[in-house]
């Protein structure tokens, strides 16, 4: 036992910053947040739809 928490003790960075790298992107691409990252990327866009209602020439 003493010796696993030596090796964590040495190479806790070694081993964590990847573990927590590779968490946070298995958070990202989960199936569940794919509605919420689409709606979030037409953020920019909403504010185009409101300003072509009143223009002429527009569908």
Partial sequence: MDQ?????TQ???FFGLP??????VA???RPSAK????????LPFLGDKKAN???PGTH
């Fill in 4 to 8: 696993l928490v030596d090796l964590f």
């Fill in 11 to 13: 190479y806790g960075l």
């Fill in 19 to 24: 573990l927590l790298f590779l968490l946070v």
């Fill in 27 to 29: 958070w990202i691409y």
């Fill in 35 to 42: 509605k919420r990252y689409q709606a979030d990327g037409n």
């Fill in 53 to 55: 209602k009143g223009r």
